[in-house]
């Protein structure tokens, strides 16, 4: 949106003139309008005598603007994101009326209308800058300030907010009926990005703990109406308060806030935020159906990551968005080291492997790439860059920094940091030196390169043994992508692995060291056996790639089912994916592996993460000319294991859910058609709800099922998850109508909401003859620069990354991305961005299935 950046630069500029005590924020939003909702913004401020500036509204219409008693002309003063302040005094109030617009984009206040019953739901979802989509405000984390609400909504609903929900003081009716006010206590110092508003007919369960300073803070869950029955309050509650003993030990400072409400809002964009103690979540959290083992563990993850935030990032938060990645990092590592040592899943590091390991090893090799502290010049900066580097990447060197400094030094120096820093701003050199202070190591230089540097290094094994198989040399070998080229240093374990007595692969010998520089030779492990496997970063306490040396390799493509411990298994399994990606070895064979070793999975999201790797190499990497017999193969053994496995075991739903994806042929969409007919069953498996609209997804791709068998299904499913699934259904109608009918539905015209865009380019690529597609390549560059200008950014985001043509990897798609940058050079970075990423998958699929080939 035009004007609607705001430099690094404005920001500190206006930190040197400002500082805000306190705002009064009058909310009615018992208006009579769909459209917008009034809002009275009162805010005391100190001010640079003379000086002037600026606070940020993004308003549909400004009533009035008052400075220090003096009314200001809207039309001269306000831009419709910006108010202008002309002089400032010392002490300032100054008192904004203004209208509002309700969202459908998950950015502001969004509003949402629940087409089981029509009620209407609200949720604020305000990082980064979008607290001024609902109050005026000075928009930067640094001006910290004390927030009094006050809201006017229906006397029936529920209302939400930071601070402990307030009695509701009934007022007269208002447009649409009786009408009350809940005027919120004051907040304690926090940013406006975690400030938070929700309200509507929601329904809760409560319950409380004790802090480690003896107060009562109360828990509350809360989830549409119409999701009631689905909602497993008490899980969410126990890992609550699992997160909350384990986090009040380690920090060493009492929870901040004074209550810790978990709400579950429709069409939510990400899986939550941290707004202080009022944490929203995505409904997918919500299980109206089963889901799989791997999705309840993500919950529980998430649950903890948002709970960390309340003091690291809420209680402490971070001077400006160029420390975001800290922000979200320390979140991601400290959630799984707590998942792992406090709930019932321990296996957590298997998935911290899995799933935030391999998206950072992935977004580290785009071209896009950036170093973790990344330069924020503006919000755009910012928007584009809650990413694998940001999250996944910095979790991980944080798992490495942890085991660089020592467990105990690292919760030293955390407490410490949260001790002087309290209700303050910090940037990422005032927790290394924390850091630094308690474990006595010098961290500039480990800063400089795996912060400051982007890339990730490869580490191969050379190994030489002598006839008998004992090791006479060990080295480990570092190389780094040209464009990257840092060698850094790794706190990393070797393993030797042997086949034990009944066939389990078993680790038999281990050695910890410190490896820098190009070539490290391992002394230690001269003399020892080389046994079946030697693993490079055992345990996965380094952040690099890895390679197997030949015999090792040989072994894991035989055996690697047979790797007893799942972090091994799952390292070595990684290594292979990362070769395949790289153009090392051949697709169809990675496929060949995973079938033959995940009847041996234990782990549910190592399972998850290699039946979605086996897919994308079906569908994406496979030669083009052995796709059709490669993955009716692979769907063929998928429907066999699926019968094979235990009744009603999480991997027979994973099987049947990646069988249906895959089914291609006509025996294969027979059998997709009786599940969902019930005309045969698999024991143990129910066809529920949202397995039946997967099944009728893969029949409609298939050319089996069509709009009318899609409208029949919505008819029985009449809510926002049957809408969403309903949308993606309809989008995958393989006909030239069905096509332009979903492309024109999202693309061309603008009043789709966030979950239905989504959906539909979900279900818009998956075809099984491309030719449906390929007309839509031109049209998607030549829309580009318009999506880009006219959409909110969230949503231009989900449009142009998600009709990227790259489920349809061709020379054809290269060159039109390859022109379209040519020719819009002084585009936007971010749109840029997601174009060159898009085009980077393309050619590595080129590359991949050129590999498969031969
Ligand atoms: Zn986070």
């Not at 006595?440 to 050379?462: F, I, Q, S």
């Not at 389990?504 to 010998?509: K, N």
């Not at 059998?671 to 949202?690: M, W």
Request: contains cysteine.
């Amino acid at each position: 949106m035009p004007g609607a950046n705001l430099t690094r630069t404005e920001a500190a500029e206006r930190r040197a003139l400002v500082d805000v005590e306190r705002y009064d924020i009058d909310i009615d939003l018992t208006t009579g309008s769909d459209e917008t909702f009034r809002v009275v913004t009162r805010v005391e401020f100190t001010g640079e005598p003379g000086a002037t500036t600026f606070i940020d509204a993004i308003t549909e219409r400004v009533h009035s603007i008052v400075l220090n008693g003096d009314p200001l002309d809207p039309e001269t003063h306000s831009t419709g994101v910006r108010v202008i302040l002309p002089v400032l005094r010392e002490r300032n109030v100054l008192v904004v009326d203004a209208d509002f617009r309700y969202m459908n984009t998950g950015e502001g206040l969004h509003r949402a209308v629940d087409p089981a019953d029509g009620e209407v739901y609200l949720y604020s979802q305000f990082e980064v800058p979008d607290a001024r989509r609902m109050y005026a405000c000075f928009e930067q984390p640094d001006l910290k300030a004390s927030f009094a609400l006050s809201v006017t909504a229906p006397s029936r609903w529920r209302v939400v907010s930071n601070q402990p929900t307030p009695e509701p003081v009934p007022l007269d009716d208002g447009p649409t009926g009786p009408r009350s006010q809940w005027r919120f206590a004051p907040t304690p110092r926090i940013s406006t990005y975690i400030t938070a508003l929700v309200a509507g007919p929601y329904v809760s369960w409560e319950d409380e703990l004790v802090s480690a300073d003896g107060r009562t803070i109360p828990l509350g869950v809360f989830c549409r109406a119409s999701l009631a029955e689905y909602m497993d309050a008490d899980n969410v509650i126990t890992t609550t308060k699992q997160g909350f003993e384990y986090f009040e030990r380690h920090f060493g400072v009492p929870y901040p806030f004074d209550k810790y409400d978990q709400l579950f809002v429709p069409e939510y964009n990400m899986g939550a935020m941290e707004n202080a103690g009022c944490v929203t979540f995505t409904e997918n959290y919500v299980f109206r159906s089963r889901v799989p083992d791997a999705v309840r563990e993500r919950r529980v993850v998430t649950i903890l990551h948002e709970l960390a935030h309340m003091w690291f990032g809420n209680l402490v938060t971070m001077q400006w968005w160029n420390d975001l990645w800290l922000n979200e990092s320390f979140a991601e590592f400290i959630s799984t080291l707590a998942t792992a040592e406090a709930t019932e899943w321990s296996g957590n590091w298997v998935t911290f492997l899995a799933s935030e390991k391999t998206w950072a090893y992935r977004q580290d090799q785009l071209p896009s790439t950036h170093p973790i502290v990344a330069e924020i010049r503006d919000l755009d900066d910012v928007l584009v860059n809650f990413d694998g580097i940001t999250y996944a990447k910095g979790g991980s060197v944080l798992k490495q920094l942890f085991h660089w400094v020592g467990r105990e030094p690292f919760f030293a120096g955390l407490r410490e940091y949260f001790d002087k820093h309290a209700w303050g701003n910090t940037r990422l050199d005032d927790l290394m030196r924390e850091f630094e202070a308690a474990s006595g190591r010098d961290l500039a230089d480990w800063t400089a390169k795996w912060l400051e540097t982007a890339g990730v290094n490869l580490l191969r094994p050379v190994v030489e043994t002598d006839a008998d198989g004992v090791i006479t040399s060990f080295a480990i070998k570092q190389s780094a992508p040209a464009e990257h080229p840092t060698i850094r240093p790794h706190r990393l374990a070797v393993g030797v692995y042997a086949e034990r007595e009944g066939g389990a692969v078993e680790r038999v010998h281990r050695v910890e060291l410190d490896v820098d520089g190009e070539r490290t030779e391992v002394p230690e492990l001269v003399g020892v056996h080389r046994g079946d496997l030697l693993l490079v970063n055992d345990d996965d306490l380094a952040y690099a790639k890895i390679r197997l040396d030949d015999d090792s390799l040989a072994f894991a493509q035989r055996r690697a089912g047979d790797i007893a411990d799942p972090l091994a298994r799952g390292l070595v399994l990684a290594s292979i994916w990362d070769a395949t990606r790289d153009a090392e070895l051949r697709a169809r064979d990675y496929a060949e592996l995973v079938l033959a070793c995940i009847d041996r999975e234990t782990e549910p999201t190592a399972r998850r993460q290699l039946l979605g790797q086996l897919t994308t190499a079906v569908k994406r990497y496979t030669a083009p000319d052995a796709r059709d017999a490669v993955g009716a193969r692979v769907a063929d053994e998928l429907w066999a294991l699926a019968q094979r496995a235990e009744a009603g075991s999480d991997a027979q739903f994973a099987y049947v859910r990646a069988f249906a994806q895959l089914a291609v042929t006509d025996e294969q969409l027979d059998a997709v058609e009786a599940l969902f007919a019930e005309t045969a069953r698999l024991d143990g498996l129910e066809v529920d709800t949202d397995l039946g609209w997967e099944l009728l997804f893969a029949l409609v791709a298939g050319g089996r099922a069509g709009g009318d068998d899609v409208d029949a299904r919505l008819d029985e499913d009449r809510t926002s998850d049957g809408q969403r699934s309903a949308a993606q259904a309809r989008a995958a109608i393989p006909t030239a109508e069905g096509k332009r009918a979903a492309w024109r539905s999202v693309w061309v015209e603008p009043g789709a909401t966030n979950d239905v865009a989504r959906a539909t380019s979900a279900g818009f690529w998956n075809v099984h003859d491309e030719s449906l597609v390929t007309p839509f390549v031109d049209e998607y560059f030549a829309g580009l620069g318009e999506i880009w200008s006219t959409r909110s950014f969230q949503m231009a985001e989900f449009l142009i990354a998600g009709f990227f043509p790259g489920a349809v990897p061709s020379d054809e798609v290269v060159a039109a991305a390859r022109g379209w940058l040519d020719a819009n050079v002084d585009a936007a970075p971010a749109l840029r961005r997601l174009v060159v990423e898009g085009l980077d998958d393309v050619e590595r699929a080129l590359r991949v299935r050129a590999r498969d080939a031969q």
